[in-house]
């Protein structure tokens, strides 16, 4: 099983230690030279199947999801990275 999202792996300001890892979901083609993304668009790449994703929208504590889909098409691909993370196993992320 693959898990959705790479992990960002952040620190408490306050103590210092690491927090649960948070999933990051959608690859910026903007940022895909970054060392997050790199090594994965450069040997990792991949394709997702998909039926329909949904982009958050609104306000901060008030988003909603937006459903986006193709009409006349049931099953679709779009362009992904993956790669091996220490906290989930193998992961993937879109390319938007």
Do not use: H
């Amino acid at each position: 099983m693959t898990v959705w999202g790479f992990p960002l792996v952040l620190k408490s300001k306050k103590t210092g230690e690491p927090l649960k890892p948070k999933p990051v979901n959608n690859t910026r083609t903007d940022k895909l030279d970054s060392y997050m993304w790199r090594y994965s668009f450069q040997d990792r790449r991949c394709l997702i199947p998909l039926t329909a994703w949904a982009e958050a929208e609104g306000p901060k504590g008030k988003m909603t999801r937006t459903w986006l889909s193709l009409p006349d098409a049931e099953l679709f691909a779009v362009a992904g990275i993956w790669r091996e993370s220490e906290e989930w196993g193998e992961c993937y992320s879109m390319v938007m």
